[in-house]
């Protein structure tokens, strides 16, 4: 099995999605954008993440990922207090593969907390991606 990093299957299929609508194909577009999403069912959500994360796909290009995520934060009596959000934006690197920025409120020092947890699930592995989801999932 040839597996690749998370973040490079996103972008491989975002480029592939962005191919099919630009030469009308809704087929493609739509098997690609369904990979998409497949490929980001793992980001982070709940623990804090309580509104999940998502990718902003019209912010985003095969060179530029973009997601959006809020942090709902606890107080010292261990109370939700208050939200935070914010923009993730994976950018590829030639040293380390990819570069990870978190923009917003760094409350609590929360913005290196959220590019861990993203950089942990877009570093992942994933099996070499085909462009094709699982039937089950292929959005119509």
């Keep these: 099995m040839n597996s690749i990093k998370r973040y490079h299957a996103i972008a491989k299929a975002l480029g592939a999605m962005r191919r099919g609508e630009a030469s009308n194909n809704d087929e493609w577009r739509s098997k690609h954008s369904a ?4 490929l ?17 796909l019209d912010g985003s290009t095969p060179d530029r990922l973009v997601f959006t995520t809020s942090y709902h ?20 690197s030639l040293e ?3 570069h990870i920025k978190v923009t917003g409120r760094n409350r609590n020092d929360i ?9 942990f699930i877009l570093e992942s ?7 094709y989801p699982k039937a089950e999932q292929a959005v119509a």
């Design 96 to 98: 380390m593969g990819c």
């Design 35 to 38: 990979a998409i999403f497949e």
């Design 125 to 131: 592995d994933v099996e070499q991606w085909t462009g």
């Design 40 to 56: 980001c069912g793992d980001l982070p959500s709940g623990s804090g993440f309580d509104s999940g994360s998502r990718i902003d």
């Design 73 to 92: 934060h606890m107080n010292d009596g261990g109370c939700y207090d208050g939200w935070t959000e914010h923009t993730v934006v994976v950018t590829p």
């Design 111 to 119: 913005k290196d907390y959220i590019g861990e947890q993203f950089c």
